[in-house]
C-alpha cells in the first residue's frame, strides 16, 4: 500500500520528498508528535526545497530507495534525492542575489520628476490624473467612484482630479493645495508626477514641488478667456515660468489643454495664437524655445493626444508626437553618482525609527551608510531606503528617496536640513554673497541695504536681510560698475551681502547649481530671484575618533574679495 501511494503521487507531482512525508504521515497516522514532526518537515520543504537526510526516520529512508527504483521507469524526477548540506546555503544565496539584481533592473530605467504648472484651472490635477488613468495606474472601480463623488457635488467635470486631489479640502474648492506626488512608467523611463497648486496663495508650495523637478509641464487653458486671464501681468502662468525657470526647471513642455472645448473645437488658430503670445516670453524668461520648449494640444478630461496621437479627423492640422511620446523624448543632463552625496529633505516622520524623505540631488547612498544631517552636523547611519514604495539596497541621483536613519530624532530634523557624505559635507552659513536680478519689487519699495523678505532656498524657508549692496552687473556688458550703488530698481542685476537668522545649507550655483540657486519674496509675490556665488571660506576637519566631521566657518572680508577682482567676471543671469 505504501509503495502503490508513493508511485501514484510520484507521478502526478514528480518530487520525492513531498511524496515521502506523505507516505510517513500515513503510515503514523495515530502519533500526534510525528505528525507535528511531519508538519514541520513540510514547511521546511516549501521553503527551502531541501531536507536534511539525517532528519529522515528508517522507514522514511526505505520508502524513497523504492521510489527512486520506480521514478527511474517513468523518468519524473530529475533531482537527487540526498543533498549535500553546502546546497541550502547556495539556494539561499542564488536568492539574495536574484533579489539584488531585481532591484537593480528596476532601477534600470532613468528617473524624471515631473512638474505639472500653469494658472490656476488650468486643468493641471486633471490631466496628471488621466496620465496616471491611462498609465494603468488606477483602475476603472475608482474612476466610477469618483465620478459619482464628482456629480453628487454637481462638479462632474473634476472627476479625473480627484486622484491627484485626495484632500477633502481640494476637492470641495476645486483647487491644488499641496504638492500631490503620484509615480507612473513608460517603456524607457519611471515618472514622478508632481502636481503643484495654481493658487497665488500658494505659490510657496508651488516653489517647493518645482525645486524637486527635473522638467516641467506647463499647462495652459485654450478655452476663450481663460488664456488671457492666466497670461495677463498678475497671472499664475507668467510666475510659474520665471519660478521655474529659476528652480532649475530647464526642460520645459508646453500643453494647450481643453482643445476639446466646444469655444475652441480644436482651433488651430488657437493654438497659433497662444503659441505665439507664449514664445516672446519664454525666450526673455530664458529659455530656448527651439531646443528647451515644445508645444502640444491635448485634452487633459478626454485624455486625447495624451497615451497616443490624436485622430485625424478631430485635429487633420497635428502631425507631432502625443504627451507620453514627448516625456519619453525628453534629455536631461546627466548627474553624477559618484559626486558627494546632497539630499535636502522636505519632509520627515517616524516609523520604526526616524525616516526623512526628499531628492537625490548628487552621488548615491547605500545600506550602512554613514551621513551628517547639516546644519545641526549630526551623524547618522542609514538602515533601510525605500524608492517608489519599494525598498531597494542602493540609490542614485534624482531619485526620490525616504531613508531610515539611527543616530538622530525626528524632533531634531526641519525642512531644509540636507543629508550629505562625511568627508565633504555641505555648508551650512548664515551670511553668504548672492547676484540678484529684481523682478518687481512692491509699490513704494526701495531694493537697498536693510531690506527684508522671505528666502525660498531648495527646501529652505528663512526670512533674511540684504544686509549690504556690494555693486551692480551692466546690463550690457555684464560687468560690475564702477559706481558704488546704494540702491537698484526693477530689472536691476546686484551682488549683494544676505543674511538669515538661521544657519543654512547652502553652496555656490557654480558648484551644486540645485542648492545655490534662490527667490525672494515679501508679502505673497516674487521681487527677485538670484543665485548664491561666493560663502564664507571654511574647512572641514575630520574626528577620527569620533569618525566625525565639523565645519568650521571663517567670515571674510566681503569688500576686499569683490575690490581685488578675485571672483572676476561676473556670469550672466541666462544661465539660470
Same mark, same amino acid.
Request: proline content about 4%; hydrophobic content about 35%.
Given at each position: 500500500?505504501?509503495?502503490?501511494?508513493?508511485?501514484?503521487?510520484?507521478g502526478?507531482?514528480?518530487?520525492?520528498?513531498?511524496?515521502t512525508?506523505?507516505?510517513?504521515?500515513?503510515?503514523?497516522?495515530?502519533?500526534?508528535?510525528?505528525?507535528?514532526?511531519?508538519?514541520?518537515?513540510?514547511?521546511?520543504?516549501?521553503?527551502?526545497?531541501?531536507?536534511?537526510?539525517?532528519?529522515?526516520?528508517?522507514?522514511?529512508?526505505e520508502?524513497?530507495d523504492?521510489?527512486?527504483e520506480?521514478?527511474?521507469?517513468?523518468?519524473?524526477?530529475?533531482?537527487?534525492?540526498?543533498?549535500?548540506p553546502?546546497?541550502?546555503?547556495?539556494?539561499?544565496s542564488?536568492?539574495e542575489d536574484?533579489?539584488?539584481?531585481?532591484?537593480?533592473?528596476?532601477?534600470?530605467?532613468?528617473?524624471?520628476?515631473?512638474?505639472?504648472?500653469?494658472?490656476?484651472?488650468?486643468?493641471?490635477?486633471?490631466?496628471?490624473?488621466?496620465?496616471l488613468?491611462?498609465?494603468?495606474?488606477?483602475?476603472?472601480?475608482?474612476i466610477?467612484?469618483?465620478?459619482?463623488?464628482?456629480?453628487?457635488?454637481?462638479?462632474?467635470?473634476?472627476?479625473?482630479?480627484?486622484?491627484?486631489?485626495?484632500?477633502?479640502?481640494?476637492?470641495?474648492?476645486?483647487?491644488?493645495?499641496?504638492?500631490?506626488?503620484?509615480?507612473?512608467?513608460?517603456?524607457?523611463?519611471?515618472?514622478?508626477?508632481?502636481?503643484?497648486?495654481?493658487?497665488?496663495?500658494?505659490?510657496?508650495?508651488?516653489?517647493?514641488?518645482?525645486?524637486?523637478?527635473?522638467?516641467g509641464?506647463?499647462?495652459?487653458?485654450?478655452?476663450?478667456?481663460?488664456?488671457?486671464t492666466?497670461?495677463?501681468?498678475?497671472?499664475q502662468?507668467?510666475e510659474?515660468?520665471m519660478?521655474?525657470?529659476?528652480?532649475?526647471?530647464?526642460?520645459?513642455?508646453?500643453?494647450?489643454?481643453?482643445?476639446?472645448?466646444?469655444?475652441?473645437?480644436?482651433?488651430?488658430?488657437?493654438?497659433?495664437?497662444?503659441?505665439?503670445?507664449?514664445?516672446?516670453?519664454l525666450?526673455a524668461?530664458g529659455?530656448?524655445?527651439?531646443?528647451?520648449?515644445?508645444?502640444?494640444p491635448?485634452?487633459?478630461?478626454?485624455?486625447?493626444?495624451?497615451?497616443?496621437?490624436?485622430?485625424?479627423?478631430?485635429?487633420?492640422?497635428?502631425?507631432?508626437?502625443?504627451?507620453?511620446e514627448?516625456?519619453?523624448?525628453?534629455?536631461?543632463?546627466?548627474?553624477d553618482?559618484?559626486?558627494?552625496?546632497?539630499?535636502?529633505?522636505?519632509?520627515?516622520?517616524?516609523?520604526?525609527?526616524?525616516?526623512?524623505?526628499?531628492?537625490?540631488?548628487?552621488?548615491?547612498?547605500?545600506?550602512?551608510?554613514?551621513?551628517?544631517?547639516?546644519?545641526?552636523?549630526?551623524?547618522?547611519?542609514?538602515?533601510?531606503?525605500?524608492?517608489?514604495?519599494?525598498?531597494?539596497?542602493?540609490?542614485?541621483?534624482?531619485?526620490?528617496?525616504?531613508i531610515?536613519?539611527?543616530?538622530?530624532?525626528?524632533?531634531?530634523?526641519?525642512?531644509?536640513?540636507?543629508?550629505?557624505?562625511?568627508?565633504?559635507?555641505?555648508?551650512?552659513?548664515?551670511?553668504?554673497? *548672492? @547676484? &540678484?536680478?529684481?523682478?518687481? =519689487?512692491?509699490?513704494?519699495?526701495?531694493?537697498? /541695504?536693510?531690506? $527684508?523678505?522671505?528666502?525660498?532656498i531648495?527646501?529652505?524657508?528663512?526670512?533674511?536681510?540684504?544686509?549690504?549692496?556690494?555693486?551692480q552687473?551692466?546690463?550690457?556688458?555684464?560687468?560690475?560698475?564702477?559706481?558704488?550703488?546704494?540702491?537698484?530698481?526693477?530689472?536691476?542685476?546686484?551682488?549683494?551681502?544676505?543674511?538669515?537668522?538661521?544657519?543654512?545649507?547652502?553652496?555656490?550655483?557654480?558648484?551644486? *547649481? @540645485? &542648492?545655490?540657486?534662490?527667490? =525672494?519674496?515679501?508679502?505673497?509675490?516674487?521681487? /527677485?530671484v538670484? $543665485?548664491?556665488t561666493?560663502?564664507?571660506?571654511?574647512?572641514y576637519?575630520?574626528?577620527?575618533?569620533?569618525?566625525?566631521?565639523?565645519?568650521?566657518?571663517i567670515?571674510s572680508?566681503?569688500?576686499?574679495?569683490?575690490?581685488?577682482?578675485?571672483?572676476?567676471?561676473?556670469?550672466?543671469?541666462?544661465?539660470?
Amino acid at each position: 500500500m505504501v509503495q502503490q501511494v508513493a508511485k501514484e503521487s510520484v507521478g502526478t507531482k514528480g518530487n520525492h520528498k513531498r511524496t515521502t512525508i506523505f507516505t510517513y504521515t500515513h503510515t503514523k497516522r495515530t502519533d500526534i508528535e510525528e505528525d507535528i514532526r511531519s508538519l514541520q518537515l513540510d514547511s521546511a520543504e516549501e521553503n527551502n526545497g531541501v531536507v536534511n537526510p539525517g532528519d529522515a526516520r528508517p522507514e522514511e529512508v526505505e520508502v524513497v530507495d523504492k521510489m527512486e527504483e520506480d521514478s527511474e521507469e517513468v523518468q519524473a524526477v530529475s533531482q537527487p534525492v540526498h543533498p549535500e548540506p553546502k546546497v541550502k546555503h547556495k539556494e539561499v544565496s542564488a536568492v539574495e542575489d536574484a533579489e539584488s539584481q531585481q532591484e537593480t533592473e528596476g532601477n534600470n530605467k532613468r528617473h524624471l520628476n515631473v512638474v505639472f504648472i500653469g494658472h490656476v484651472d488650468a486643468g493641471k490635477s486633471t490631466t496628471g490624473g488621466q496620465i496616471l488613468f491611462l498609465s494603468g495606474q488606477v483602475d476603472d472601480r475608482t474612476i466610477q467612484k469618483y465620478e459619482k463623488e464628482a456629480k453628487d457635488k454637481s462638479r462632474e467635470s473634476w472627476y479625473m482630479a480627484y486622484i491627484m486631489d485626495t484632500n477633502e479640502e481640494e476637492r470641495i474648492k476645486g483647487k491644488t493645495v499641496e504638492v500631490g506626488r503620484a509615480h507612473f512608467e513608460t517603456e524607457t523611463t519611471r515618472f514622478t508626477i508632481l502636481d503643484a497648486p495654481g493658487h497665488k496663495s500658494y505659490v510657496p508650495n508651488m516653489i517647493s514641488g518645482a525645486s524637486q523637478a527635473d522638467i516641467g509641464v506647463l499647462v495652459i487653458s485654450a478655452r476663450k478667456g481663460e488664456f488671457e486671464t492666466g497670461f495677463e501681468k498678475g497671472g499664475q502662468t507668467r510666475e510659474h515660468v520665471m519660478l521655474a525657470k529659476t528652480l532649475g526647471v530647464t526642460k520645459l513642455l508646453l500643453v494647450v489643454n481643453k482643445m476639446d472645448d466646444h469655444t475652441v473645437n480644436w482651433s488651430k488658430e488657437r493654438y497659433d495664437e497662444i503659441e505665439s503670445k507664449m514664445t516672446p516670453f519664454l525666450k526673455a524668461s530664458g529659455y530656448n524655445v527651439k531646443k528647451d520648449v515644445q508645444f502640444l494640444p491635448i485634452s487633459g478630461l478626454m485624455g486625447l493626444n495624451m497615451k497616443t496621437r490624436v485622430d485625424k479627423s478631430l485635429c487633420p492640422w497635428w502631425n507631432g508626437p502625443c504627451l507620453f511620446e514627448a516625456l519619453d523624448r525628453i534629455e536631461i543632463t546627466p548627474r553624477d553618482p559618484n559626486g558627494p552625496f546632497r539630499m535636502p529633505i522636505i519632509d520627515k516622520f517616524k516609523d520604526m525609527g526616524t525616516v526623512v524623505m526628499g531628492k537625490v540631488e548628487s552621488g548615491s547612498v547605500r545600506e550602512g551608510d554613514s551621513l551628517l544631517v547639516m546644519p545641526n552636523k549630526a551623524q547618522v547611519k542609514v538602515l533601510a531606503i525605500y524608492c517608489d514604495d519599494n525598498r531597494v539596497r542602493h540609490a542614485g541621483p534624482g531619485e526620490n528617496l525616504r531613508i531610515r536613519l539611527s543616530g538622530i530624532e525626528e524632533e531634531d530634523i526641519l525642512s531644509g536640513f540636507v543629508l550629505s557624505s562625511v568627508a565633504k559635507p555641505v555648508a551650512a552659513v548664515t551670511e553668504f554673497i *548672492a @547676484q &540678484l536680478q529684481i523682478l518687481e =519689487l512692491l509699490d513704494n519699495a526701495i531694493f537697498t /541695504a536693510g531690506y $527684508k523678505a522671505v528666502l525660498h532656498i531648495h527646501a529652505v524657508v528663512e526670512e533674511c536681510e540684504i544686509v549690504e549692496l556690494l555693486h551692480q552687473i551692466d546690463l550690457k556688458t555684464k560687468k560690475p560698475m564702477k559706481k558704488k550703488v546704494l540702491f537698484v530698481k526693477n530689472g536691476a542685476i546686484v551682488v549683494c551681502r544676505i543674511q538669515v537668522n538661521n544657519s543654512i545649507c547652502t553652496e555656490k550655483f557654480a558648484d551644486f *547649481a @540645485q &542648492l545655490g540657486r534662490f527667490t =525672494l519674496r515679501t508679502e505673497g509675490k516674487t521681487v /527677485a530671484v538670484g $543665485k548664491v556665488t561666493e560663502l564664507p571660506t571654511g574647512y572641514y576637519v575630520v574626528d577620527k575618533d569620533m569618525e566625525c566631521g565639523y565645519l568650521f566657518s571663517i567670515l571674510s572680508l566681503y569688500h576686499k574679495t569683490f575690490t581685488d577682482g578675485l571672483l572676476g567676471e561676473q556670469p550672466t543671469w541666462g544661465i539660470l
